[in-house]
């Protein structure tokens, strides 16, 4: 697990926007599975 520090409150959802689009490629079939889950604790 890594824990990301945030400078800006619009930061978080340049990150997650960014995240989110990581995936990785099935050799078998052409699908893209998710790679990374995002959890998200407000007041840290």
Same mark, same amino acid.
């Given at each position: 697990?890594?824990? @990301? ?13 960014? #995240?989110?689009?990581? =995936? @990785? ?13 995002? #959890?998200?604790?407000? =007041?840290?």
């Amino acid at each position: 697990m890594l824990e @990301v520090g945030l400078k800006e409150p619009d930061d978080f959802l340049k990150v997650r926007e960014t #995240l989110s689009r990581i =995936g @990785v490629a099935s050799r078998k079939e052409r699908k893209l599975y998710q790679s990374c889950h995002i #959890l998200h604790k407000q =007041g840290r």
